[in-house]
């Protein structure tokens, strides 16, 4: 009878350990799961995107619990349009596009600084007669007919005393780089340093460059990550969670530039094939620019925001005023 007493509670003691065991491989799996996120890049894959391939292939989304799905636009317009609808939860997009959208009360806000300083600079031929802005009187100035590119020669030319009504701008579309090297047009705006610049070199077109930042026009940040008002303020860690594993991946690119590109290279789009000598250039360029210094990876100045909002009021980018501290948050 005992013995068959101590048989009995033997079993039932594996039958409730099998259960037991059951049940925290459940909750183990149940604590493993990812929270699934889309995030829309500005343009197809280049060497400014190199931190989120790194963070992906490294984990370091993984760390925070996040599974990152990252897109490519169809068209340009597409971030700041899907992640004001919520379609996306988060996009790369530009500070003044974000003002821009706030102005037609689109509930867009910025909650990081990626690349801290302007990319969109004035491309001039190198040897040639124009030095500096007040040199563009009379001048064909090929463009992609972006308001925000005239509202920047305007203020370049005026800040070096030059007359800006003697300035002819030639919409071009995206053929910057044929526009130039046709010489169709005298000068470029609305092409970046790390990218059409860098071709125009290496098809035998060396330019020189000036800095809008030098010539009145406020040292905007040119690359921003976006989301809706709504998506910050519903989920906040999410964010926290991304920016903690961003900033991960932006400190490996830093220190490794060469294992980041050749992480980023493996996500090169079949449509927009990358050239390794003008990403490995691209990123030379903007690891300095990229760089918060004594603040954190995407840190926003609030003085920033309000100068970049002042000046697009001021030349009719925008036509009301926008509160500059509503437009972005730091986490």
Same mark, same amino acid.
Request: proline share 9%; charged share 35%.
């Given at each position: 009878m005992k013995k068959g007493f101590l048989i009995l509670l033997s079993l039932l003691l594996l039958i409730v350990s099998a259960c037991g065991n059951g049940e925290v491989e459940k909750t183990s799996g149940s604590a493993g799961k990812l929270q699934k996120v889309s995030l829309m890049l500005d343009w197809y894959p280049n060497a400014v995107h190199s931190f989120l391939y790194v963070a992906e292939e490294k984990g370091y989304f993984k760390e925070q619990g996040l599974e990152v799905d990252i897109q490519m636009p169809a068209d340009t317009n597409d971030p700041l349009r899907l992640v004001a609808a919520d379609k996306i939860d988060m996009a790369i997009s530009y500070q003044p596009q974000v003002l821009v959208a706030r102005s037609e009360e689109i509930p867009v806000q910025a909650f990081g600084a990626l690349v801290r300083h302007p990319l969109n600079q004035l491309m001039v031929p190198e040897g040639g007669p124009i030095q500096s802005p007040k040199d563009l009187a009379?001048? +064909?100035i090929g463009y992609p007919s972006i308001p925000l590119d005239e509202a920047i020669i305007q203020t370049m030319v005026k800040a070096d005393g030059g007359e800006a009504n003697k300035v002819k701008m030639v919409d071009v579309g995206w053929d910057l780089i044929p526009a130039m090297a046709t010489r169709k047009t005298d000068v470029l705006i609305g092409g970046f340093i790390n990218h059409e610049k860098l071709l125009l070199e290496k098809e035998g077109h060396p330019m020189r460059i000036l800095n809008p930042a030098d010539y009145g026009v406020p040292d905007y940040y040119e690359l921003v990550l976006v989301a809706s008002e709504k998506g910050l303020k519903v989920k906040p860690d999410v964010f926290k969670k991304f920016m903690a594993a961003v900033t991960k991946g932006q400190k490996y690119v830093a220190e490794h530039p060469k294992g980041g590109l050749a992480i980023l290279m493996k996500h090169e789009d079949k449509t @927009? #094939?990358? /050239?390794?000598?003008? /990403? +490995? &250039? @691209?990123?030379?360029?903007?690891? #300095?620019?990229?760089? =918060?210094?004594e603040k954190p990876f995407g840190?926003?100045? #609030? /003085? +920033?925001w309000e100068k970049v909002a002042q000046w697009l009021k001021d030349n009719n980018v925008i036509k009301k005023d926008? &509160? =500059? &501290?509503d437009a972005f948050i730091n986490f």
């Open positions: 009379g001048k +064909t @927009s #094939p990358l /050239e390794k000598d003008i /990403e +490995t &250039k @691209s990123l030379e360029i903007l690891l #300095p620019l990229m760089d =918060a210094k840190y926003q100045a #609030p /003085e +920033t926008v &509160k =500059a &501290k």
